[in-house]
C-alpha cells in the first residue's frame, strides 16, 4: 500500500480483491498502526462480518475490546442502541425506547396492511386496491423509494391526486412505525446520519476511536450508505475500499455503483490499486444444453452431480456435494422440479435466497400440517397439503396403501379427509389394518386441534404440533431440521409483536394462516436469521447470494427470455415517467436492466472454477415454448460453442426401478420417458405390477428360497417391494447406513476371537490392537461410501461407537463370549429360514443369551412395549427365527434374547433385553443392563 491514506483496490471478478484487503487488514494490525478495537471495517452482510471476525482473531495474540466489523446495517444498529435517547432532542424529535425493534419485508407487509385495514385514510384513487397483495407489495418497494428521496416528500403532497394520496400512507405508516418502536432497515441509515449531523460531540467520540475505516463490496452501497461513509471520512482519512463497479448486482436494493464511484473519486482523489487476474487458475470448462422441459432440465442436472460425484473420485479427485452449486435468477416454484429431482438421486441440497427456506421438507411438511388444521372440511383443502402432512414421523403411512386411497380420492372427487371419514363405514378392501388405525387417528388430532385453535395462542398450537406429529423427535437428533424450526418460531414471534403493538391480543391462528402465502414471499428481505446449512449438500441460491462465493462446478439454469433475464416491468404506483417528474433517484430504464441482467449473468459465470454448465428448455410450467436467452445466444457465439448433445440417459433403468422400489410411482417422471418408448412401456408395466390390489395372492417364491427377518418385515410393509426385490430379484442400491452395520460387524467378529473375558479386555494393548483391525477392515469396505465426505462422517462414526463399546464391556463384572457371527438354518413345514447371530455369551447360570448388534438409533421402549412389539403383535420375527435357529447351533439352554444398542439410547440402557418364558412363568420379563 502506498503512501496516500485514501486507496481504491479493484479488479477483474475472482482477482482477489477482498483477500487483498485482508492482506491490508492484517498488516496494519500486525505492525500496530493500530489496534483492532480501532478498527472500523464494513462488509455486505453479517455474516461475512462473522467470518472477517474469526481471522482477526486468529491475527491477534493479544485480547481486545469489541470488533467494530459489521455491515452497514449492524453499525447503524449498535449507533443508535447506545444513543437512542440523543434522537429525541433532534428537531426532527424520533422518540425511540432502549429496546427498539427492526423490522424486515414481512413486517413492513404486515405494518403496512394494519394501516390500511384499520386507519381511515381518505383515499380515492386507491380505495379498491389498498388491501390486495399486490398493492401492499407496490406500497413495501414505494416506501423504500422514499427513504431514498426524503427530500422530495412534499413534492408528492403538493402534487395533489394519487401523488397526495401515496404521501399520506407513507406519513401514515412511518409515524405509526416509529410510535410503535420499531425502525425499518432502511431507518436506520437515515436516523444515524441524523444523529451524526445534529450531535457533534457524539459524532467526534466515534469519530476519534477509529485510525482505520475499510469497506468491502464497495460497489453494493447505496446512496444514504455512502453519504454516512462521506461524513465518517474525508481525504486525510486512513480509508481504504474495495470492489468493481461493473459487478454490481443491487440496484433493486438502491445501490448506484457509477454515480457513487464519480462522487468517491471527485472528493477522495484515491490511489487506485488494480488487481490483476489470478494466473494459476486453470480455464473453466463451458458445457451447454438445451432440453425440451424444464424437468428434463432438473433430472439432467441431478444425473450429472450423481455421476461426476462418482467419476471423479474414482480418479481420486475427490468431489464432494459442496462442490456444486445450482444459480437461478430467482428462487420459486421452477426449484421445486430441481429439489424433487435431487431428491430422487438422493443428493442432499440446501435451497437459500427468495423463499428457498419455504422450500425444505420439513417446512413443507409443517406448513401442510398447518393448512389441514386450517381448511379442516373446507373444500379448498387439497389432497397435497393431506399427503404431506402424513408424511410426519407420528402419522406415516404404507406407500402402497396411499395411492390406493388417492386414485380412490381422484375417482370419487372427494379429497382424501372426506374419503378417510367414509372408511369408518366402508369395506374397502386392502388397506392394512395398522393404515385405517393411523387414519382414524390423524383425523382425531386434526379434530383436536381444531377444537383448541381459538382457546390458544398460536405458539401453543406450533408447539403441541410440534409434539404430536413427530417434529421435536425429530429436532433432537438433526441440527439442520432444528434450525429450521428455530426459524419458522422467529417468524411466528415477529408476527405477534406486529399484533402486540397494534391490539395487545395473542396472534390468532387463523388470522395467521390469512397471511402466511404473503409471509412467504416476502422471506428474501429478512434481516438478521441464519439458517445453518448442510456441511455437504448441493447449493442452490439466486446469483445475488451467490457474489464472493466460488465453486467447482456451477450450473446456470433456466437460460430463456423471461427467466434469465427477466422480463422489465415498471413500477405500477409509480412509472418511469412519474419518478422523472418528481425527480426520484434510483431511476432504471429499460436500457439500464439490461446492462443489470447482463451484470448478473457474468457474475453468474465467474463463479465457477471447473466446470461451467449453461442449460435451457424450451417449454417449463405453461406448454408455450420460450426463447432462449440473448444474454446465453450471444456469450457461446463469443466463446465459439454450440449446444452439446446429452451424452447419457437422464433416467436409466436402474433408477426407475430404484424409484419405484423407494417411493412408489412419480407421476412428474413420465414427462420424461414419453419419447423413450420402451421406457415409457417399462415404466407403465412396472407402476401397474406395483399397484395391484392383490399382490399378496401373486407372490410366488423362487425355488431354494430363504425368509429372513428382513425379508418378512419387507413383506409386512410393503409386498409390492418385496414381490420386485426378492421375486423379480430387482437390484436396489444399499444405502450408507448399511455398509456401516457390516464394517462394525466384521471388526467386532475379528476383535472377539481374541478379546472375549472381563480380564482380556483389561489388557493395555487393546486400543492399538483395535485400531489396527479397524484400519484393516475399513481398507476393504471403505469402497463402498461413494464419497468423500460419506467416507469421513462413518469413519469417525465407527471410533465413536467402538469407543463408547469397549467402555461399556469393560465395566462388565461377568462375560464370557462363545461364539461371533455364528450362521444358522432351518426349515419348517416347506418354508426355509435362516440368519446370523452376532454373538452369543455365556451367562453366569450357564445358559446361553443371543445378542443383536444394531447401529441404528435405539427406541425408548416402556412398559411391556418390547413384548408387544415383538411377540404379541407380531410385527418383528427376528427373535423367533433366531430362537429357533439357535436350536440348531447351541446345545444349552437360550435364556434371553437382547438387542446391544452400539449408538447411545435414552439415559443410560445400552441392551435390552427379552427374557425366554420358562415353565410356571405368567408374564414376560424385562431385564435391562445386565
Same mark, same amino acid.
Given at each position: 500500500?502506498?503512501?496516500?491514506?485514501?486507496?481504491?483496490?479493484?479488479?477483474?471478478?475472482?482477482?482477489?480483491?477482498?483477500?487483498?484487503?485482508?492482506?491490508?487488514?492484517?498488516?496494519?494490525?500486525?505492525?500496530?498502526?493500530?489496534?483492532?478495537?480501532?478498527?472500523?471495517?464494513?462488509?455486505?452482510?453479517?455474516?461475512?462480518?462473522?467470518?472477517?471476525?474469526?481471522?482477526?482473531?486468529?491475527?491477534?495474540?493479544?485480547?481486545?475490546?469489541?470488533?467494530?466489523?459489521?455491515?452497514?446495517?449492524?453499525?447503524?444498529?449498535?449507533?443508535?442502541?447506545?444513543?437512542?435517547?440523543?434522537?429525541?432532542?433532534?428537531?426532527?424529535?424520533?422518540?425511540?425506547?432502549?429496546?427498539?425493534?427492526?423490522?424486515?419485508?414481512?413486517?413492513?407487509?404486515?405494518?403496512?396492511?394494519?394501516?390500511?385495514?384499520?386507519?381511515?385514510?381518505?383515499?380515492?384513487?386507491?380505495?379498491?386496491?389498498?388491501?390486495?397483495?399486490?398493492?401492499?407489495?407496490?406500497?413495501?418497494?414505494?416506501?423504500?423509494?422514499?427513504?431514498?428521496?426524503?427530500?422530495?416528500?412534499?413534492?408528492?403532497?403538493?402534487?395533489?391526486?394519487?401523488?397526495?394520496?401515496?404521501?399520506?400512507?407513507?406519513?401514515?405508516?412511518?409515524?405509526?412505525?416509529?410510535?410503535?418502536?420499531?425502525?425499518?432497515?432502511?431507518?436506520?441509515?437515515?436516523?444515524?446520519?441524523?444523529?451524526?449531523?445534529?450531535?457533534?460531540?457524539?459524532?467526534?467520540?466515534?469519530?476519534?476511536?477509529?485510525?482505520?475505516?475499510?469497506?468491502?463490496?464497495?460497489?453494493?452501497?447505496?446512496?444514504?450508505?455512502?453519504?454516512?461513509?462521506?461524513?465518517?471520512?474525508?481525504?486525510?482519512?486512513?480509508?481504504?475500499?474495495?470492489?468493481?463497479?461493473?459487478?454490481?448486482?443491487?440496484?433493486?436494493?438502491?445501490?448506484?455503483?457509477?454515480?457513487?464511484?464519480?462522487?468517491?473519486?471527485?472528493?477522495?482523489?484515491?490511489?487506485?490499486?488494480?488487481?490483476?487476474?489470478?494466473?494459476?487458475?486453470?480455464?473453466?470448462?463451458?458445457?451447454?444444453?438445451?432440453?425440451?422441459?424444464?424437468?428434463?432440465?432438473?433430472?439432467?442436472?441431478?444425473?450429472?452431480?450423481?455421476?461426476?460425484?462418482?467419476?471423479?473420485?474414482?480418479?481420486?479427485?475427490?468431489?464432494?456435494?459442496?462442490? =456444486? #452449486?445450482?444459480? *437461478? !435468477? %430467482?428462487?420459486? @416454484?421452477?426449484?421445486?422440479? &430441481?429439489?424433487?429431482?435431487?431428491?430422487?438421486?438422493?443428493?442432499?441440497?440446501?435451497?437459500?435466497?427468495?423463499?428457498?427456506?419455504?422450500?425444505?421438507?420439513?417446512?413443507?411438511?409443517?406448513?401442510?400440517?398447518?393448512?389441514?388444521?386450517?381448511?379442516?372440511?373446507?373444500?379448498?383443502?387439497?389432497?397435497?397439503?393431506?399427503?404431506?402432512?402424513?408424511?410426519?414421523?407420528?402419522?406415516?403411512?404404507?406407500?402402497?396403501?396411499?395411492?390406493?386411497?388417492?386414485?380412490?380420492?381422484?375417482?370419487?372427487?372427494?379429497?382424501?379427509?372426506?374419503?378417510?371419514?367414509?372408511?369408518?363405514?366402508?369395506?374397502?378392501?386392502?388397506?392394512?389394518?395398522?393404515?385405517?388405525?393411523?387414519?382414524?387417528?390423524?383425523?382425531?388430532?386434526?379434530?383436536?386441534?381444531?377444537?383448541?385453535?381459538?382457546?390458544?395462542?398460536?405458539?401453543?398450537?406450533?408447539?403441541?404440533?410440534?409434539?404430536?406429529?413427530? =417434529? #421435536?423427535?425429530? *429436532? !433432537? %437428533?438433526?441440527? @439442520?431440521?432444528?434450525?429450521? &424450526?428455530?426459524?419458522?418460531?422467529?417468524?411466528?414471534?415477529?408476527?405477534?409483536?406486529?399484533?402486540?403493538?397494534?391490539?395487545?391480543?395473542?396472534?390468532?391462528?387463523?388470522?395467521?394462516?390469512?397471511?402466511?402465502?404473503?409471509?412467504?414471499?416476502?422471506?428474501?428481505?429478512?434481516?438478521?436469521?441464519?439458517?445453518?446449512?448442510?456441511?455437504?449438500?448441493?447449493?442452490?441460491?439466486?446469483?445475488?447470494?451467490?457474489?464472493?462465493?466460488?465453486?467447482?462446478?456451477?450450473?446456470?439454469?433456466?437460460?430463456?427470455?423471461?427467466?434469465?433475464?427477466?422480463?422489465?416491468?415498471?413500477?405500477?404506483?409509480?412509472?418511469?415517467?412519474?419518478?422523472?417528474?418528481?425527480?426520484?433517484?434510483?431511476?432504471?430504464?429499460?436500457?439500464?436492466?439490461?446492462?443489470?441482467?447482463?451484470?448478473?449473468?457474468?457474475?453468474?459465470?465467474?463463479?465457477?472454477?471447473?466446470?461451467?454448465?449453461?442449460?435451457?428448455?424450451?417449454?417449463?410450467? *405453461?406448454?408455450?415454448?420460450?426463447?432462449?436467452?440473448?444474454? &446465453?445466444?450471444?456469450?457461446?457465439?463469443?466463446?465459439?460453442?454450440?449446444?452439446?448433445?446429452?451424452?447419457?440417459?437422464?433416467?436409466?433403468?436402474?433408477?426407475?426401478?430404484?424409484?419405484?422400489?423407494?417411493?412408489?410411482?412419480?407421476?412428474?417422471?413420465?414427462?420424461?420417458?414419453?419419447?423413450?418408448?420402451?421406457?415409457?412401456?417399462?415404466?407403465?408395466?412396472?407402476?401397474?405390477?406395483?399397484?395391484?390390489?392383490?399382490?399378496?395372492?401373486?407372490?410366488?417364491?423362487?425355488?431354494?428360497?430363504?425368509?429372513?427377518?428382513?425379508?418378512?418385515?419387507?413383506?409386512?410393509?410393503?409386498?409390492?417391494?418385496?414381490?420386485?426385490?426378492?421375486?423379480?430379484?430387482?437390484?436396489?442400491?444399499?444405502?450408507?447406513?448399511?455398509?456401516?452395520?457390516?464394517?462394525?460387524?466384521?471388526?467386532?467378529?475379528?476383535?472377539?476371537?481374541?478379546?472375549?473375558?472381563?480380564?482380556?479386555?483389561?489388557?493395555?494393548?487393546?486400543?492399538?490392537?483395535?485400531?489396527?483391525?479397524?484400519?484393516?477392515?475399513?481398507?476393504?469396505?471403505?469402497?463402498?461410501?461413494?464419497?468423500?465426505?460419506?467416507?469421513?462422517?462413518?469413519?469417525?462414526?465407527?471410533?465413536?461407537?467402538?469407543?463408547?463399546?469397549?467402555?461399556?464391556?469393560?465395566?462388565?463384572?461377568?462375560?464370557?463370549?462363545?461364539?461371533?457371527?455364528?450362521?444358522?438354518?432351518?426349515?419348517?413345514?416347506?418354508?426355509?429360514?435362516?440368519?446370523?447371530?452376532?454373538?452369543?455369551?455365556?451367562?453366569?447360570?450357564?445358559?446361553?443369551?443371543?445378542?443383536?448388534?444394531?447401529?441404528?438409533?435405539?427406541?425408548?421402549?416402556?412398559?411391556?412395549?418390547?413384548?408387544?412389539?415383538?411377540?404379541?403383535?407380531?410385527?418383528?420375527?427376528?427373535?423367533?427365527?433366531?430362537?429357533?435357529?439357535?436350536?440348531?447351533?447351541?446345545?444349552?439352554?437360550?435364556?434371553?434374547?437382547?438387542?446391544?444398542?452400539?449408538?447411545?439410547?435414552?439415559?443410560?440402557?445400552?441392551?435390552?433385553?427379552?427374557?425366554?418364558?420358562?415353565?410356571?412363568?405368567?408374564?414376560?420379563?424385562?431385564?435391562?443392563?445386565?
Amino acid at each position: 500500500m502506498g503512501e496516500k491514506k485514501v486507496v481504491y483496490i479493484t479488479g477483474p471478478p475472482g482477482s482477489g480483491k477482498t483477500d487483498y484487503l485482508y492482506k491490508n487488514l492484517k498488516e496494519i494490525i500486525k505492525s500496530k498502526k493500530a489496534k483492532p478495537e480501532e478498527i472500523l471495517f464494513f462488509t455486505f452482510n453479517d455474516k461475512i462480518a462473522e467470518e472477517v471476525k474469526e481471522k482477526l482473531i486468529k491475527w491477534t495474540q493479544e485480547g481486545f475490546a469489541e470488533l467494530w466489523i459489521n455491515s452497514f446495517s449492524s453499525f447503524c444498529k449498535k449507533i443508535l442502541r447506545d444513543n437512542y435517547y440523543q434522537l429525541s432532542a433532534l428537531p426532527q424529535k424520533t422518540f425511540l425506547g432502549p429496546n427498539f425493534q427492526i423490522i424486515g419485508g414481512m413486517e413492513e407487509k404486515l405494518v403496512l396492511k394494519r394501516i390500511l385495514e384499520e386507519t381511515s385514510l381518505d383515499l380515492k384513487f386507491y380505495a379498491k386496491a389498498k388491501s390486495s397483495v399486490f398493492f401492499i407489495n407496490e406500497m413495501v418497494n414505494f416506501v423504500d423509494l422514499m427513504k431514498q428521496n426524503l427530500h422530495k416528500l412534499e413534492r408528492l403532497k403538493d402534487e395533489g391526486g394519487k401523488f397526495a394520496e401515496l404521501e399520506k400512507i407513507f406519513y401514515k405508516y412511518n409515524t405509526q412505525l416509529h410510535k410503535s418502536d420499531y425502525l425499518d432497515l432502511r431507518d436506520l441509515t437515515l436516523q444515524t446520519i441524523d444523529l451524526f449531523k445534529g450531535r457533534k460531540d457524539v459524532f467526534e467520540t466515534y469519530k476519534n476511536k477509529f485510525k482505520y475505516v475499510l469497506v468491502d463490496d464497495f460497489e453494493d452501497i447505496d446512496y444514504q450508505q455512502f453519504r454516512l461513509l462521506q461524513i465518517f471520512a474525508d481525504d486525510k482519512s486512513n480509508l481504504i475500499i474495495a470492489g468493481n463497479v461493473s459487478e454490481s448486482i443491487f440496484s433493486f436494493r438502491g445501490a448506484r455503483p457509477e454515480e457513487i464511484k464519480k462522487k468517491f473519486i471527485q472528493q477522495f482523489n484515491p490511489q487506485v490499486i488494480n488487481i490483476s487476474p489470478k494466473s494459476n487458475i486453470s480455464p473453466v470448462e463451458i458445457l451447454p444444453y438445451k432440453f425440451d422441459t424444464g424437468k428434463e432440465e432438473s433430472f439432467f442436472i441431478a444425473r450429472r452431480i450423481y455421476k461426476l460425484i462418482r467419476e471423479k473420485n474414482k480418479k481420486g479427485e475427490a468431489l464432494c456435494y459442496k462442490d =456444486f #452449486l445450482v444459480l *437461478s !435468477r %430467482d428462487i420459486g @416454484k421452477e426449484i421445486d422440479s &430441481l429439489v424433487n429431482a435431487l431428491s430422487f438421486y438422493r443428493i442432499p441440497c440446501t435451497v437459500l435466497g427468495g423463499t428457498g427456506f419455504f422450500k425444505q421438507s420439513v417446512i413443507i411438511t409443517l406448513i401442510s400440517v398447518l393448512q389441514v388444521i386450517y381448511k379442516f372440511k373446507k373444500k379448498t383443502l387439497s389432497n397435497f397439503h393431506i399427503i404431506w402432512a402424513l408424511t410426519t414421523l407420528n402419522f406415516c403411512i404404507d406407500k402402497v396403501d396411499m395411492e390406493r386411497l388417492v386414485t380412490l380420492s381422484e375417482k370419487k372427487n372427494k379429497n382424501l379427509l372426506e374419503i378417510f371419514g367414509e372408511l369408518k363405514n366402508s369395506s374397502f378392501p386392502y388397506l392394512k389394518t395398522r393404515t385405517r388405525d393411523i387414519l382414524a387417528e390423524f383425523v382425531e388430532k386434526i379434530k383436536e386441534f381444531q377444537q383448541s385453535k381459538t382457546e390458544k395462542s398460536l405458539e401453543e398450537i406450533l408447539y403441541k404440533i410440534y409434539l404430536d406429529f413427530g =417434529f #421435536l423427535l425429530q *429436532s !433432537r %437428533d438433526d441440527k @439442520k431440521i432444528a434450525g429450521q &424450526l428455530n426459524y419458522f418460531n422467529e417468524i411466528i414471534k415477529k408476527y405477534q409483536r406486529i399484533e402486540n403493538r397494534f391490539s395487545g391480543k395473542k396472534l390468532d391462528f387463523d388470522k395467521f394462516m390469512e397471511n402466511l402465502q404473503g409471509l412467504m414471499s416476502s422471506y428474501g428481505r429478512e434481516l438478521g436469521i441464519q439458517l445453518e446449512e448442510e456441511e455437504d449438500a448441493v447449493k442452490i441460491m439466486t446469483v445475488q447470494q451467490a457474489k464472493g462465493k466460488f465453486f467447482k462446478v456451477v450450473f446456470v439454469t433456466g437460460l430463456v427470455e423471461g427467466k434469465f433475464p427477466r422480463q422489465y416491468k415498471e413500477d405500477l404506483l409509480l412509472n418511469n415517467k412519474e419518478k422523472e417528474f418528481l425527480g426520484l433517484k434510483p431511476l432504471i430504464k429499460s436500457v439500464e436492466y439490461i446492462k443489470e441482467e447482463e451484470k448478473i449473468f457474468q457474475v453468474a459465470l465467474s463463479r465457477a472454477r471447473n466446470m461451467l454448465y449453461l442449460t435451457c428448455a424450451k417449454r417449463y410450467d *405453461s406448454q408455450r415454448e420460450q426463447e432462449i436467452s440473448g444474454l &446465453l445466444v450471444d456469450f457461446l457465439e463469443k466463446e465459439g460453442k454450440k449446444f452439446l448433445s446429452v451424452d447419457e440417459e437422464i433416467l436409466t433403468y436402474d433408477d426407475l426401478l430404484g424409484l419405484l422400489l423407494r417411493d412408489g410411482p412419480n407421476m412428474e417422471l413420465e414427462e420424461c420417458l414419453k419419447k423413450d418408448r420402451n421406457k415409457f412401456l417399462f415404466y407403465q408395466w412396472i407402476k401397474e405390477k406395483y399397484s395391484l390390489a392383490n399382490l399378496y395372492d401373486k407372490v410366488e417364491l423362487p425355488q431354494n428360497f430363504y425368509f429372513t427377518p428382513s425379508k418378512i418385515k419387507t413383506y409386512l410393509d410393503c409386498p409390492a417391494k418385496f414381490f420386485f426385490r426378492y421375486c423379480l430379484n430387482i437390484f436396489s442400491p444399499p444405502q450408507p447406513a448399511l455398509f456401516l452395520g457390516i464394517v462394525i460387524h466384521r471388526i467386532l467378529e475379528l476383535f472377539h476371537k481374541e478379546y472375549v473375558t472381563p480380564a482380556q479386555l483389561q489388557d493395555k494393548a487393546i486400543a492399538r490392537n483395535l485400531d489396527g483391525i479397524v484400519r484393516k477392515v475399513w481398507r476393504e469396505e471403505a469402497k463402498n461410501f461413494e464419497t468423500r465426505f460419506e467416507k469421513k462422517i462413518y469413519e469417525q462414526e465407527i471410533y465413536n461407537i467402538l469407543a463408547r463399546y469397549l467402555k461399556l464391556e469393560k465395566t462388565r463384572t461377568f462375560l464370557k463370549i462363545s461364539k461371533c457371527e455364528v450362521p444358522f438354518k432351518w426349515e419348517t413345514e416347506g418354508f426355509r429360514f435362516k440368519g446370523r447371530i452376532d454373538r452369543i455369551d455365556i451367562t453366569e447360570d450357564s445358559s446361553c443369551e443371543l445378542l443383536d448388534y444394531k447401529t441404528t438409533k435405539a427406541f425408548a421402549y416402556q412398559g411391556d412395549t418390547l413384548w408387544n412389539k415383538w411377540i404379541k403383535g407380531k410385527t418383528d420375527f427376528q427373535p423367533v427365527i433366531y430362537l429357533l435357529g439357535a436350536k440348531e447351533i447351541v446345545e444349552d439352554k437360550v435364556c434371553a434374547f437382547s438387542i446391544y444398542w452400539l449408538k447411545k439410547k435414552t439415559g443410560n440402557d445400552f441392551k435390552t433385553t427379552l427374557r425366554i418364558l420358562t415353565d410356571g412363568e405368567k408374564e414376560p420379563a424385562q431385564n435391562k443392563n445386565k
